[in-house]
């Protein structure tokens, strides 16, 4: 079983920078890919950032491409979303999820997740 928590939420101007980090418990993260999500209000969850088990590959997607950089360290247990250019529409709740190294095309979808945190809450203002 593995624990997950969300920190570093929080309300900003637009074009200012965050950086949310997730923290695991639980279990170490070595054998886990790692995704961030997100949802706004009234909208379907959606993907924003996955990183393999051993950082050497990620996806984003195009929304936030260039403007966020999902890393991790594996001796810290924790996966960090660093949000650059911040703009209202990247309003939502953030969630990081686990999933274990069996397949990272998949890493898109939100079903191939095993583990969840409880999501930290962005506001963009313009």
């Known amino acids: 079983q593995v624990q997950l928590v969300e920190s570093g939420g929080g309300f900003v101007q637009a074009g200012d920078s965050l950086r949310l980090s997730c923290a695991a418990s639980?279990?170490?993260?070595?054998?886990?890919?790692m995704g961030w999500f997100r949802r706004a209000p009234g909208k379907e969850r959606e993907f924003v950032a996955a990183?393999?088990?051993?950082?050497?590959?990620?996806y984003y997607a195009d929304s936030v491409k260039g403007r966020f950089t999902i890393s991790r360290d594996n001796a810290k247990n924790t996966v960090y979303l660093q949000m650059n250019s911040l703009k209202p529409e990247d309003t939502a709740v953030y969630y990081c999820a686990a999933k274990r190294s069996t397949n990272w095309a998949a890493a898109k979808q939100a079903h191939e997740y095993d583990y969840w945190g409880q999501g930290t809450q962005v506001t963009v203002s313009s």
């Open positions: 639980g279990r170490t993260l070595g054998s886990y890919d």
């Open positions: 990183i393999s088990w051993s950082g050497t590959m990620t």
